[in-house]
């Protein structure tokens, strides 16, 4: 009688738990069911394969970078500045006249090794690549211009305001009449012809005629100091003598050229700075002082993009030989 008690009541609990269960199940949202739908699949294939192509490459760059590495560390490195070999002055100190003669030329030495050596990198010369910044170059350049029309360096060098050019004529100042002032001005002219003064640094009409700093008589492009000096006195409210002067002198305006030697080759200079087409006009330069060019406008800009297509030549030469290197 118990055992049938216990068992209708532990039925009707299994059924009230059942109750409770579904009523809660009931409640409860619906779980979410994943569907893989063609779309999905293709955008997990493609991104495993961008996954597995990243992986590749950035295989390929370690195993670059581990080659490069092995490379430099089997590279001895060695100053730029070679140390003289004593040994060898003291050997040649012993030797006859004629092989001093034949040796005094160090250019021409090599020293022999004998001994198997590795390659060693092509370090930059330091004889041979001097850096030259713009403005030194330019003042360097002025100070040789000023020595070939008998200016005194220290001169240059001090750079005074006060210091008008030579070519000037104070004397003329007094001539009235404009015909006489044109044929004493052209006598003048006449007599540089004969001179030892460079062809593009002779004296204009209005160096002669009108006042101005010595600084304009070292540029080698006559045409520009001329219409500089004419609209200096002309209109200086509007024309700035002294921006142009910055311009060419800090600024880079103007570049001077000079040929590059290589070892064995001579020294003469084929790009004097006395030279008109030794320079090149920046672009910037070129548009800011278009005044002062002229009729000259086309042959300076036709002169500078030859310049600059020499620098690229240059430039891709130097950069082929650092790569067969």
């Given at each position: ?167 000037y004529q104070p004397n003329l100042s007094s001539t009235l009449s404009h015909a006489a002032l044109i044929q004493a001005g052209s006598n003048i002219l006449s007599t540089f012809d004969n001179t030892s003064i460079p062809v593009h640094l002779r004296p204009t009409m209005a160096q002669i005629l009108i006042p101005h700093h010595t600084s304009l008589d070292l540029i080698p492009i006559p045409f520009l100091r001329e219409r ?98």
């Open positions: 009688m118990s055992d049938t008690i216990k068992g209708s009541s532990a039925n009707g609990n299994d059924a009230v738990s059942r109750k409770r269960t579904s009523s809660r199940d009931s409640d409860a949202p619906p779980a979410k069911r994943r569907v893989l739908t063609t779309a999905r699949r293709e955008q997990n294939r493609q991104a495993q394969k961008a996954y597995r192509e990243r992986q590749k490459q950035e295989k390929i760059r370690l195993k670059q970078e581990k080659a490069q590495a092995k490379a430099t560390c089997g590279q001895r490195l060695r100053p730029l500045l070679k140390r003289e070999d004593l040994s060898l002055i003291d050997s040649s100190e012993s030797q006859s006249s004629t092989e001093e003669i034949s040796l005094c030329d160090e250019s021409l030495l090599e020293p022999v090794d004998t001994s198997v050596k590795k390659p060693e990198p092509n370090f930059p010369d330091l004889y041979m690549n001097m850096l030259q910044f713009s403005p030194a170059t330019i003042f360097t350049s002025c100070l040789t211009n000023a020595l070939s029309i008998g200016l005194d360096p220290s001169v240059i060098a001090n750079c005074s305001v006060e210091h008008i050019s030579p070519f500089a000096i004419m609209l200096a006195a002309a209109m200086p409210h509007v024309f700035n003598n002294w921006e142009l002067k910055l311009d060419i002198y800090e600024r880079g305006g103007l570049t001077i050229w000079r040929l590059k030697h290589e070892k064995g080759e001579s020294v003469r200079d084929t790009y004097p700075p006395w030279d008109m087409k030794s320079w090149e006009a920046a672009p910037w330069f070129m548009k800011k002082w278009c005044m002062l060019m002229g009729r000259e406008y086309d042959k300076m800009h036709n002169q500078s993009i030859g310049w600059q297509v020499v620098r690229d030549m240059i430039s891709s030469r130097d950069v082929q030989r650092l790569t067969t290197t």
